[in-house]
C-alpha cells in the first residue's frame, strides 16, 4: 500500500537558518502530494501542495517540489523562524481523493 | 480557526465503555473525514463521508463506527474501549469529495482510556 517516510525529529536550529524536512513517498500511480502544519494545541493545517511530477508547492517562504524519479517530496524554507515550530507532516493522496496517508511527522524547534 | 468544531476537546474514560466525538463541518463542506493520531500508530485515516455517505474506510476497527447526519455534522462512535484507543481524533472537512481536495482540520478531541 501507499506510504510516507519522514526523517525522525527533533530538528532543533537557530533562528535564519536554512531547513530541510525530508519525505519519500512509495505509491502506485502519481499521487498528488501535500505538507500539513500543526501548532501546538491546533489540528493540521495545509502548508502547500503540488499535483503532477516537477510541480513546485510554496508558502510563506517554504516549498517543495514533487520528484517522480526520486519519489520525494523534500521540505525546504531559507530563513526559519522561531514562530515556525511546529510539527510538519507529509503525505499523499490516494488515487480516489478519499484519503491521505500521513508520514510519522517531524517537530521542528527554532530557537531565538 | 479553521471553521471546524470538535467537541469535546478532552474525554477520560475507563476500558470497556462508549463515547461518542461529534464533529461540525464547516459552513458549505460536504466531506467528514476521520483521523486518529496516537504516538505508536502516527497519523491514520479512519473513515470518509460525503453529503451522508460513506465513501471510503481506513483502518477502522469493527468497535468503532461513524456516521454522517443530514445536517452535515458527523459522530464517531467508539465502543469496548481498549486502552489503546486512547488517542487525539481529529475531524476534517473539505466542499467535495474529489481529487486535491483542501482538508481543514479541527483542534481535536483526545480521548484518554483508563
Known amino acids: 500500500g501507499d506510504s510516507v517516510t519522514q526523517m525522525e525529529g527533533p530538528v532543533t536550529l537557530s533562528e535564519e537558518a536554512f531547513l530541510t524536512i525530508n519525505c519519500t513517498y512509495t505509491?502506485?500511480?502519481?499521487?498528488?502530494l501535500f505538507w500539513y502544519v500543526q501548532y501546538p494545541g491546533e489540528g493540521l493545517q495545509l502548508l502547500l501542495k503540488?499535483?503532477?511530477?516537477?510541480d513546485k508547492g510554496s508558502n510563506k517562504g517554504f516549498e517543495a517540489t514533487y520528484r517522480k524519479e526520486t519519489t520525494s517530496f523534500h521540505l525546504e524554507k531559507g530563513s526559519v523562524q522561531v514562530s515556525d515550530s511546529a510539527v510538519y507532516f507529509c503525505?499523499?493522496?490516494?488515487?480516489?481523493?478519499?484519503?491521505?496517508?500521513f508520514g510519522g511527522g517531524t517537530r521542528l524547534m527554532v530557537k531565538p | 480557526d479553521s471553521g471546524v468544531t470538535q467537541t469535546p476537546k478532552h474525554l477520560i474514560t475507563a476500558t470497556g465503555q462508549r463515547v461518542t466525538l461529534r464533529c461540525s463541518p464547516r459552513?458549505?463542506?460536504?466531506?467528514v473525514y476521520w483521523y486518529q493520531q496516537s504516538l505508536d500508530q502516527g497519523l491514520q485515516f479512519l473513515i470518509h463521508?460525503?453529503?451522508?455517505?460513506?465513501?471510503a474506510k481506513g483502518n477502522i476497527l469493527e468497535r468503532f463506527s461513524a456516521q454522517q447526519f443530514p445536517d452535515l455534522h458527523s459522530e464517531l462512535n467508539l465502543s469496548s474501549l481498549e486502552l489503546g484507543d486512547s488517542a487525539l481524533y481529529f475531524c476534517?472537512?473539505?466542499?467535495?469529495?474529489?481529487?486535491?481536495?483542501?482538508?481543514?482540520f479541527g483542534s481535536g478531541t483526545q480521548l484518554s482510556v483508563l
Open positions: 459552513s458549505g463542506d460536504l466531506s
Open positions: 503525505a499523499l493522496s490516494d488515487r480516489t481523493g478519499n484519503m491521505l496517508t
Open positions: 505509491a502506485t500511480g502519481y499521487p498528488s
Open positions: 463521508y460525503y453529503n451522508g455517505e460513506e465513501r
Open positions: 503540488a499535483t503532477k511530477a516537477d
Open positions: 476534517a472537512s473539505s466542499v467535495g469529495a474529489g481529487l486535491n481536495e483542501k482538508l481543514f
